[in-house]
């Protein structure tokens, strides 16, 4: 049960954090004086230290028998107990690294709730074993499409592709099944958030397995993948898709600056790639082909965010997409 979960830093009353800030207070009183110089009025050797900031989380490592990999798994869990129906839940790709920055806003949003504010939601983050942000070699295999030709996928890292179904599989047989035996959820609520090839790969679910999840939502999705494999895939998904079958949600997001038209003129060979890696890949417009064949979509572009800070605004609107 949840008690095998490692609490890391988290789920702190109110009372615990005025008594922490009190002797906080104190103590950096006391260190301050000690160190004082009365001749100088200045601070002696003054030192800076790590400080561990604390980010509500319960921790478990996973090992799954369908990838081989262990994975690092993050969980917000409410301090109030859960609706009737069970919380939403919203799964993170990149959990080392979406993970923090969604727990720091999802926490100040339910201590300062509102009307049509973000309701009381469970967030599960996926990551992987060590303090690493980003395990690039298990992403690219566990993130990328099972297409037949991975020999001009347009990646030149050289690491191993192609493992999507695998991870895909992993989280609806091994990962879902203790989520829903741990913790009160809400099946029909259900989200899945991804940047990047975490957004390829929120798309490849979308395209073939679009029940796994009620929401999908996309931050900066690495479209150019394999000569727009995943586009492919959508393609056949929409050719076989019944009429009288409902759309899941999608929200697909892109930050201004990653625009062929905006990037920065430089002759180096990663910037080269990347103007490669653009050409012809529009959201807008897949968003635009979605919507008109009635599914909900949100498309967001986000002015003077490049790649990297796409994730972090996503990563708001997604709290509110999926915990509203």
Request: hydrophobic share 35%; no cysteine; glycine share 6%.
């Amino acid at each position: 049960m949840a008690n095998s979960y490692e609490r890391s830093a988290s789920h702190m009353h109110i009372s615990n954090l005025i008594r922490t800030t009190f002797l906080t207070i104190v103590l950096a009183s006391t260190s301050l004086t000690q160190g004082f110089s009365s001749d100088t009025g200045l601070v002696e050797d003054p030192t800076w230290r790590d400080q561990p900031l604390s980010i509500r989380a319960q921790r478990i490592e996973i090992p799954s028998k369908i990838t081989g990999r262990t994975y690092q798994i993050f969980v917000f869990v409410p301090s109030s107990p859960p609706p009737p129906e069970g919380y939403p839940v919203l799964y993170m790709l990149d959990g080392n690294a979406s993970y923090p920055l969604a727990a720091s806003q999802l926490e100040i949003a339910l201590h300062t709730p509102r009307p049509g504010g973000l309701k009381q939601a469970l967030m599960v983050g996926i990551g992987y074993q060590g303090d690493v942000v980003f395990d690039m070699a298990a992403r690219t295999e566990d993130y990328t499409p099972p297409a037949k030709d991975l020999s001009n996928t347009g990646d030149p890292s050289g690491r191993k592709q192609g493992g999507a179904d695998r991870f895909l599989d992993f989280i609806e047989n091994e990962l879902k099944p203790r989520i829903e035996n741990d913790f009160a959820i809400n099946k029909e609520r259900q989200t899945l958030f991804g940047h990047s090839y975490g957004g390829l790969f929120t798309l490849h679910t979308l395209f073939t397995r679009p029940d796994a999840f009620q929401t999908y939502i996309a931050a900066s999705p690495s479209v150019w993948w394999n000569r727009q494999y995943v586009l492919k895939e959508k393609d056949l998904w929409l050719e076989n898709h019944s009429s009288d079958e409902p759309f899941p949600k999608l929200a697909l997001g892109i930050g201004t600056l990653e625009f062929p038209e905006n990037r920065i003129a430089s002759s180096s060979e990663r910037a080269k790639i990347l103007a490669e890696r653009a050409k012809g890949v529009s959201l807008k417009e897949l968003s635009e082909e979605l919507r008109s064949l009635g599914m909900p979509v949100d498309y967001y572009e986000f002015a003077e965010n490049d790649h990297g800070t796409a994730r972090v605004s996503m990563i708001t609107h997604a709290l509110r997409i999926a915990f509203q």
